[in-house]
């Protein structure tokens, strides 16, 4: 639920690599923020 939240804002450089992996594991798990990390951003 959370995974395309977090992803649109990265891709959108609204949050940085470090609030990324701030949200894991509460709202995401480690592989989640790996491939959200490397999605290119805009």
Known sequence: M???FILN???MKKIT???V???VPVYI???EAEMIL???QK
């Open 2 to 4: 959370f995974y395309a």
């Open 38 to 40: 490397a999605t290119p």
């Open 9 to 11: 804002l990265w891709v």
């Open 29 to 31: 798990t480690s592989e």
């Open 17 to 19: 690599e470090a609030q």
């Open 21 to 23: 992996r701030a949200y």
